[in-house]
């Protein structure tokens, strides 16, 4: 299994801000994922995050919206640029150990003014 | 492309009480099949993986079971409890190293005293 942590909890932005996501495993996982969960709906997976390399975005997210970065096997950040009312969501942070299992962070609730 | 619905959207039951959640997909190509847990505002706790191979999971009070040629998967929770009260996802994972989750729209589970 995996213990995945993520900071801030919560935070509470203006619009045209960024706020930066990190998210800590604390064992080594294959692959990082990050998911937004919008009021009352389920999850979206928003891209994955390769080590070394440019992140894998989903169909209707882009790099310059979220950038994302995973320096090594446990930890990654993601980036939520220019905000508006409209990102306010849950982001959630997850990691897939030795390709079968996935773990999910307890989530960054973010409220954007 | 893959659908997972989980029905009922909603429900409620008197403590003590044995029930049934039910996940459907349309594609049986998948890799494995997970349920989880989420309460409100939190993360995911992941319950039971279940590999496309095999046909149930067991963990305590709870048991998973998978029928791929028909596209469907159950979670049943025995003798139930106030603190199982919460939303409940199933997720299935294609085929390939690199696939991704489908999440299901979640059924909310109220235990009552």
């Known amino acids: 299994s995996a213990v995945i942590s993520q900071k801030p909890s919560r935070d509470i932005c203006q619009r045209g801000t960024s706020l930066t996501i990190q998210c800590q495993v604390d064992s080594q996982v294959t692959m990082m994922f990050w998911y937004r969960q919008q009021p009352g709906q389920s999850l979206t997976l928003i891209a994955t995050a390769n080590q070394g390399s440019e992140a894998t975005y989903e169909s209707g997210f882009v790099i310059d919206k979220f950038p994302i970065s995973r320096p090594n096997l446990t930890f990654s950040t993601l980036t939520v640029s220019n905000m508006s009312p409209e990102d306010s969501s849950i982001y959630l942070c997850?990691?897939?150990?030795?390709?079968?299992?996935?773990?999910f962070g307890p989530g960054t609730r973010l409220t954007v003014l | 492309k893959q659908e997972v619905t989980q029905i009922p959207a909603a429900l409620s039951v008197p403590e003590g009480e044995n029930l049934v959640l039910n996940c459907s997909f349309t594609?049986?190509?998948?890799?494995?099949l997970q349920w989880f847990r989420q309460d409100p505002g939190k993360g995911l706790t992941s319950l039971l993986l279940i590999q496309s191979s095999q046909r149930e999971q067991t963990s305590g009070r709870l048991n998973a079971s998978l029928d791929k040629s028909s596209g469907r998967s159950t979670l049943y929770i025995a003798a139930s409890q106030p603190g199982d009260s919460a939303t409940y996802l199933c997720?299935?994972?294609?085929?390939?190293?690199?696939?991704?989750?489908?999440f299901g729209t979640g059924t909310r589970l109220q235990v009552t005293l």
């Open positions: 594609d049986s190509a998948i890799y494995n």
């Open positions: 997850s990691g897939r150990v030795g390709g079968n299992e996935q773990f």
């Open positions: 997720a299935v994972r294609g085929t390939g190293t690199a696939s991704k989750l489908t």
